[in-house]
């Protein structure tokens, strides 16, 4: 890392964990959720917060890097285990636009003789965002979809945005009781991607609890056990940090944490329902993470050899920072040859 200069701010395809194990036989963990930088200069190290009351670190020293890796795991948290299904693999693509075209999917594995374990159901498959639920024009009869698809011994996992059409009722009501993001000038819309939308304060116990109650109802409770849950940096349209706020503070001084706290809304939702394995994939992490059973993909990257070898050092990395569950899009995301079988997006 010596000669680095590492923003801390979540974005798409940049996950800020603030953990550094040094090759001098100590771990150091910053933590301060803020958005702010870290300079590994050759004869100094900075650690820098644009806005903080506190400033606290936790440092911890081993003699091996194993040692270090386990007394940080101890103190931010350990993985639930992960359940035998979500090892195997895993059929997703962008996207499955029909109830009928994703079985018909299904049924081709199964026919095949093809093993499968999970199949996804990406974004866009809901009326509008913030409804959380299936659109009956495509999806009319769900619970049949699910009950066949584990007749078949598939898991399905659908994607889940934390973003809120300020068309949809989920708006007026998460609105009135303070559940948004907050803006401190203009319009309150945090993300304009097929609609404006802003997203829930993921820091505000009343929205977890009222995003998991609609999760519940509609997906949940009808036998989905995995959980997409995507845009969770959050990504918004314009990154003016300064000018967002959540129910915690200013997203300046605890903007970070919102990962953790997303894929936290999902944990402890069906914990309480009584799901012991827990696992949600996720698009960004903070420290502590791993113990909300976050699985983390690297983002939307560019479909080339020299991203693909920038993955190596990712996944090296997320490890190291008390994340083992991780994996990038193989094939990429962005660009690429489309005609070219070997750039053919799996994930």
Same mark, same amino acid.
């Given at each position: 890392?010596?000669?680095?200069?590492?923003?801390?701010?979540?974005?798409?395809?940049?996950?800020?964990?603030?953990?550094?194990?040094?090759?001098?036989?100590?771990?150091?963990?910053?933590?301060?959720?803020?958005?702010?930088?870290?300079?590994?200069?050759?004869?100094?190290?900075?650690?820098?917060?644009?806005?903080?009351?506190?400033?606290?670190?936790?440092?911890?020293?081993?003699?091996?890097?194993?040692?270090?890796?386990?007394?940080?795991?101890?103190?931010?948290?350990?993985?639930?285990?992960?359940?035998?299904?979500?090892?195997?693999?895993?059929?997703?693509?962008?996207?499955?636009?029909?109830?009928?075209?994703?079985?018909?999917?299904?049924?081709?594995?199964?026919?095949?003789?093809?093993?499968?374990?999970?199949?996804?159901?990406?974004?866009?498959?809901?009326?509008?965002?913030?409804?959380?639920?299936?659109?009956?024009?495509?999806?009319?009869?769900? +619970?049949? #979809?699910? $009950?066949?698809?584990?007749?078949?011994? @598939?898991? &399905?996992?659908?994607?889940? %945005?934390?973003?809120?059409?300020?068309?949809?009722?989920?708006?007026?009501?998460?609105?009135?009781?303070?559940?948004?993001?907050?803006?401190?000038?203009?319009?309150?819309?945090?993300?304009?991607?097929?609609?404006?939308?802003?997203?829930?304060?993921?820091?505000?116990?009343?929205?977890?609890?009222?995003?998991?109650?609609?999760?519940?109802?509609?997906?949940?409770?009808?036998?989905?056990?995995?959980?997409?849950?995507?845009?969770?940096?959050?990504?918004?349209?314009?990154?003016?940090?300064?000018?967002?706020?959540?129910?915690?503070?200013?997203?300046?001084?605890?903007?970070?944490?919102?990962?953790?706290?997303?894929?936290?809304?999902?944990? +402890?939702? #069906?914990? $309480?329902?009584?799901?012991?394995?827990? @696992?949600? &994939?996720?698009?960004?992490? %903070?420290?502590?993470?791993?113990?909300?059973?976050?699985?983390?993909?690297?983002?939307?990257?560019?479909?080339?050899?020299?991203?693909?070898?920038?993955?190596?050092?990712?996944?090296?990395?997320?490890?190291?920072?008390?994340?083992?569950?991780?994996?990038?899009?193989?094939?990429?995301?962005?660009?690429?040859?489309?005609?070219?079988?070997?750039?053919?997006?799996?994930?």
């Amino acid at each position: 890392l010596k000669g680095c200069v590492l923003e801390l701010a979540q974005r798409n395809s940049q996950a800020s964990v603030p953990f550094m194990l040094s090759s001098l036989g100590y771990g150091f963990l910053w933590n301060n959720p803020a958005v702010g930088r870290v300079t590994f200069a050759q004869n100094v190290t900075e650690w820098e917060a644009q806005v903080s009351e506190q400033l606290v670190y936790w440092i911890t020293a081993g003699d091996t890097p194993a040692e270090i890796s386990r007394a940080y795991a101890l103190a931010t948290g350990t993985p639930p285990m992960m359940p035998d299904y979500a090892m195997g693999f895993w059929q997703c693509k962008l996207r499955y636009r029909t109830q009928e075209e994703l079985l018909e999917v299904a049924r081709e594995y199964k026919r095949r003789n093809l093993p499968i374990s999970v199949i996804v159901i990406d974004f866009f498959h809901w009326p509008n965002q913030g409804d959380w639920m299936f659109d009956a024009r495509d999806w009319p009869d769900p +619970d049949a #979809m699910i $009950a066949e698809l584990k007749s078949l011994g @598939i898991e &399905l996992m659908v994607s889940v %945005w934390p973003t809120v059409d300020n068309r949809t009722e989920s708006y007026r009501e998460m609105r009135e009781n303070g559940w948004l993001v907050q803006t401190e000038r203009g319009l309150p819309i945090n993300m304009d991607f097929l609609g404006n939308t802003t997203y829930f304060d993921a820091t505000h116990p009343g929205a977890r609890d009222y995003v998991w109650g609609k999760a519940k109802r509609n997906y949940y409770d009808k036998g989905v056990k995995l959980f997409w849950l995507d845009e969770a940096e959050p990504e918004f349209s314009v990154y003016d940090y300064d000018n967002y706020r959540y129910h915690a503070g200013p997203v300046l001084e605890v903007g970070n944490i919102y990962p953790r706290m997303y894929a936290k809304t999902f944990f +402890d939702g #069906m914990k $309480a329902d009584g799901e012991d394995q827990v @696992i949600n &994939l996720l698009r960004c992490a %903070w420290a502590g993470s791993q113990k909300y059973g976050a699985l983390v993909w690297s983002g939307d990257i560019h479909s080339s050899f020299r991203s693909l070898r920038n993955q190596f050092a990712a996944g090296l990395n997320m490890g190291i920072a008390g994340i083992p569950w991780w994996t990038p899009v193989i094939g990429g995301f962005h660009g690429g040859n489309l005609h070219d079988p070997l750039c053919h997006e799996l994930r």
